[in-house]
C-alpha cells in the first residue's frame, strides 16, 4: 500500500522550488526500525501495549525508567540505535492520540524535524492511529518544516524532502491522509503569499496567482480591472484603491464539484495588499505586518488550492476585492461620501477603515450567485486581537446553522474560533449626518461594530464573517504567516459537500451528478 502525492511550494523567484513528498505507508515498528530515513518519530499514545519489537521493547523500558512520559508532546531522543536504520530516532508521547494530541506530538519534535540535515522523516505510530490524527500529523510536519524564502538571496530551502506515513491500519486512515496532503498544499499557498512583502504581492500578481489555481481541475478564474469594477459601481471598493498608484483587482474564482443547479457557498476574502491606513494614516512601528492585510484572500486561495487537490461534491466561488490602502493626493479623505454597489452612501469616516469598504461591495456582488451560504475572511480589525488574541479567529453570523458548522469545522480542524454577538444595538454608532451609515463606531466593541457594518450589505443571505487580525499571522521573532483559517473553511466545505451527497443519496431523483468524480491530480503552483 503506497500512495505517493507531490507537493510543489508555490514558487519563488524563478528559483527551483522546494519540493516534499509524503507517503502512506503499512508500517508496523518492527517494518518502521528498518525504513531508512535520517529521522524516525514514534508517537506513542496513552495505553500502550509493547509489541515483541525492538523499538516497543525500547519504549517500555523508558516508561518502566520514568525517561519517558507519553503526554502529548513528552519525548526522548535516541541516536544510531542498533537494528534501526533511522540515524535519529525520537520516541513521543502522543496523549490521547487525538488530533489535537498528535499535532502537539509532531510539533514538540520541530526542532529535529526542520534540522538542516533532516531530509527524510519516518512518521509512525505504536498502535492503530485515526485518521484525523494522521491528517493533524501530517499537516504538523508540514507546518514544523516550513521554510519562507521567496525573497532572500542566499536560499535555505526547506530541508525535508519526503515524509513517510507509517500505520498498520491504512485503509481507515486513507481519507485523513488525503485531507491533510491538500491542506498543506492549501495553507502553504496561503502562507506564501501572506508572507510576501507588499511590493511583491501587488494586486496583480495576487491576481496572477489566483488564475495559477485555473490550472487545476473544475476550477476557473476570471480577474476584473478597474474599468469593469467602475461599471459594476463599486463605489466603496474604487474609493480604497484611488490612493494607489497600482491598480485593483477583482478576483472571481470558481470551483464546479456539483450540479450546476446546486447553490454555491461564496467565500470572500479581504485583499489588501498594503494597509497604511490611507490618509488617517497608521503609525509607524509595525506597519510592515500590514502586508498581511490581505491573509483573508490569501486564506481564499489556499483553500481552493485545496479544493483542487480534494474535489469534493460542491460549487464554490471565491471573491477577492485586491488593492493597496495609500495616503496620496487622489486619496479619499476623511468625511468624504461615496456610493456603494448596493445604492447605500458611506461617509468615510477614517480611511484606515478600509477593508469593511472593499468587502461590502464583494458581499453585495456575492448575491448574484444566489448562493446557500456566504463568508467573509478578513484581517479587519485590531479590537479583535484585543477581544480573542491569537489563539481563537472571531466569528460573527446572522444564521445559527452556518456558525455552529463553522464553529465545529474550526474544532475539528485545530483552526478554531469563537463565535461573537451582532445585537443591532451595536449599529448605532454607525449613524451618519451626511450619508447612509458612517463607516466607523468608535472604539468600543470595535470588532462587532465592524461586523454590523459589513451586515448591511447581505440581506437575509446566511453570512458569516471570520475575524483573522489575530490568527492570520504571527508577529515577533516567529514573524508570519500562519495560512489560517484555510484548515477551517476546507473542513466546512468538505462537510457541506458530504451533507449534499448524503442529500442526493436520499433523494434518487434528485441531481443527475451527487458526487464529483475523482479527476487526476494536477500539478499546480
Ligand atoms: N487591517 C487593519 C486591522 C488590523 C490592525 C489587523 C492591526 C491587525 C492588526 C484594519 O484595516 C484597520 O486598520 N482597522 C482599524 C479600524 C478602526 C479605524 C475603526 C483598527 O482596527 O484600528
Ligand atoms: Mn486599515
Ligand atoms: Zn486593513
Same mark, same amino acid.
Given at each position: 500500500m503506497h500512495l505517493c502525492v507531490r507537493i510543489k511550494v508555490q514558487g519563488a523567484l524563478k528559483r527551483k522550488t522546494p519540493i516534499m513528498n509524503f507517503d502512506l505507508k503499512t508500517l508496523d515498528l518492527t517494518a518502521a526500525a528498518s525504513e531508512k530515513c535520517d529521522l524516525l518519530v514514534v508517537l506513542i499514545p496513552e495505553g500502550f501495549k509493547p509489541g515483541p519489537d525492538a523499538l516497543s521493547a525500547l519504549a517500555a523500558l523508558a516508561l518502566k525508567n520514568g525517561?519517558? &512520559?507519553? *503526554? =502529548?508532546?513528552?519525548q526522548l531522543q535516541l541516536y544510531?540505535? /542498533?537494528?534501526?536504520?533511522?540515524r535519529r530516532v525520537v520516541l513521543v508521547g502522543g496523549g490521547d492520540g487525538s488530533a489535537r494530541a498528535s499535532r502537539q506530538a509532531v510539533l514538540a519534535v520541530g526542532g529535529a524535524i526542520k534540522a538542516?540535515?533532516?531530509?527524510r522523516v519516518a512518521l509512525c505510530w505504536a498502535g492503530a492511529a485515526s485518521a484525523d490524527a494522521v491528517g493533524a500529523a501530517v499537516q504538523a510536519v508540514a507546518e514544523a518544516s516550513y521554510v519562507y524564502t521567496?525573497?532572500? &538571496?542566499k536560499v535555505e530551502a526547506r530541508s525535508l524532502s519526503r515524509c513517510v506515513v507509517g500505520v498498520s491500519n491504512v485503509a481507515e486512515v486513507r481519507d485523513g491522509f488525503d485531507n491533510g496532503v491538500a491542506l498543506v498544499a492549501g495553507v502553504e499557498f496561503a502562507r506564501e503569499w501572506g508572507n510576501r512583502p507588499a511590493n511583491h504581492a501587488t494586486p496583480s500578481l495576487l491576481a496572477d496567482a489566483a488564475k495559477t489555481? %485555473?490550472?487545476?481541475?473544475?476550477i476557473q478564474c476570471k480577474v476584473h480591472g478597474p474599468a469593469e469594477v467602475s461599471r459594476l459601481g463599486m463605489g466603496a471598493f474604487m474609493a480604497v484603491a484611488r490612493g494607489s498608484e497600482e491598480p485593483l483587482r477583482f478576483i472571481e474564482l470558481r470551483y464546479n464539484?456539483? =450540479?450546476?443547479d446546486k447553490a454555491p457557498v461564496v467565500l470572500v476574502g479581504?485583499?489588501?495588499?498594503? +494597509?497604511?491606513?490611507?490618509?488617517s494614516i497608521k503609525p509607524?512601528?509595525?506597519?510592515?505586518?500590514? *502586508?498581511?492585510?490581505?491573509c483573508g484572500a490569501a486564506s481564499v486561495l489556499g483553500t481552493f488550492r485545496a479544493l483542487g487537490e480534494l474535489q469534493p461534491a460542491i460549487n464554490v466561488v471565491g471573491l477577492i476585492p485586491a488593492c493597496e490602502n495609500m495616503p496620496d493626493g487622489r486619496a479619499v479623505k476623511p468625511g468624504d461620501v461615496v456610493t456603494s454597489m448596493s445604492g447605500q452612501t458611506i461617509?468615510?469616516?477614517?480611511?484606515?477603515?478600509?477593508g469593511r469598504l472593499v468587502l461590502c461591495d464583494a458581499l453585495t456582488y456575492a448575491a448574484r450567485f444566489k448562493p446557500a451560504a456566504v463568508v467573509d475572511i478578513a484581517t479587519l480589525t485590531g479590537a479583535c486581537v484585543i477581544a480573542l488574541g491569537g489563539v481563537r479567529s472571531g466569528l460573527f453570523a446572522n444564521h445559527d446553522g452556518l456558525a455552529a458548522a463553522l464553529h465545529g469545522a474550526g474544532e475539528a480542524a485545530q483552526d478554531p474560533c469563537w463565535r461573537m454577538p451582532l445585537d443591532?444595538?451595536?449599529? +448605532?454608532?454607525?449613524?451618519s449626518n451626511f450619508a447612509d451609515m458612517g463607516n466607523v463606531a468608535g472604539r468600543a466593541g470595535g470588532s462587532i461594530t465592524a461586523a454590523k457594518f459589513l451586515q *448591511?450589505?447581505?440581506? +437575509?443571505? /446566511?453570512w458569516a464573517h471570520l475575524d483573522i487580525a489575530g490568527t492570520a499571522w504571527r508577529g515577533g =521573532? %516567529?514573524?508570519? &504567516?500562519?495560512?489560517? /483559517?484555510v484548515g477551517l473553511l476546507v473542513h466546512y466545505l468538505l462537510g457541506q459537500a458530504q451533507a449534499n451527497v448524503g442529500k442526493a443519496a436520499s433523494a434518487p431523483? %434528485?441531481?443527475? *451528478? /451527487?458526487a464529483a468524480k475523482r479527476v487526476p491530480r494536477a500539478k499546480a503552483a
Open positions: 525517561d519517558l &512520559s507519553l *503526554k =502529548a508532546g513528552k544510531q540505535v /542498533p537494528a534501526v536504520a533511522a538542516p540535515h533532516t531530509k521567496t525573497t532572500k &538571496s489555481l %485555473a490550472r487545476l481541475p473544475r464539484g456539483a =450540479a450546476k479581504k485583499g489588501i495588499t498594503f +494597509d497604511t491606513g490611507g490618509i509607524a512601528p509595525e506597519m510592515d505586518e500590514m *502586508k498581511f492585510d490581505m461617509e468615510i469616516l477614517n480611511t484606515d477603515a478600509e443591532d444595538d451595536y449599529a +448605532d454608532g454607525l449613524k *448591511k450589505f447581505v440581506g +437575509d443571505t /446566511p =521573532a %516567529a514573524k508570519g &504567516s500562519t495560512g489560517r /483559517p431523483r %434528485a441531481a443527475a *451528478k /451527487p
